[in-house]
Nanobody
Framework: QVQLVESGGGLVQAGGSLRLSCAAS????????TGWFRQAPGKEREFVTT????????YYAESVKGRFTISRDNAKSTVYLQMNNLRPEDTAVYYC???????????????????WGQGTQVTVSS
């Protein structure tokens, strides 16, 4: 099982950009479907985006579609979240999640993921 470590969070003004990284340990990262979730203060954790093992297929929450881009580099065992045109409502702790899978599929529900990072804070000021 891999371990996940997120980085790249911080404070940014509305309209700005950040790129989050999620580095995975282990040599089988290419066998893992990965996703990003976020949790704002006082709210439930919510789905942001996911990408298949191959990186060919990605799926986004409506709230971030057109602004966020997920990608992965299996050679570096890393998944990225490029966030553009950030809004104050994007403020949250962002979590990377992974699940080993034998098919090139994705999951938008957190219950399907069994490996989580510790989270990285993203704060967007207005």
């Amino acid at each position: 099982q891999v371990q996940l470590v997120e980085s790249g969070g911080g404070l940014v003004q509305a309209g700005g950009s950040l790129r989050l990284s999620c580095a995975a340990s282990g040599r089988t990262f290419s066998s893992y479907t990965t996703g990003w979730f976020r949790q704002a203060p006082g709210k439930e954790r919510e789905f942001v985006t996911t990408i298949t093992r191959s990186g060919v297929i990605a799926y986004y929450a409506e709230s971030v579609k057109g602004r966020f881009t997920i990608s992965r580099d299996n050679a570096k065992s890393t998944v990225y979240l490029q966030m553009n045109n950030l809004r104050p409502e994007d403020t949250a702790v962002y979590y990377c999640a992974a699940r080993m899978d034998y098919s090139d599929t994705y999951y938008i529900t957190e219950k399907w993921y069994d490996t989580w990072g510790q989270g990285t804070q993203v704060t967007v000021s207005s």
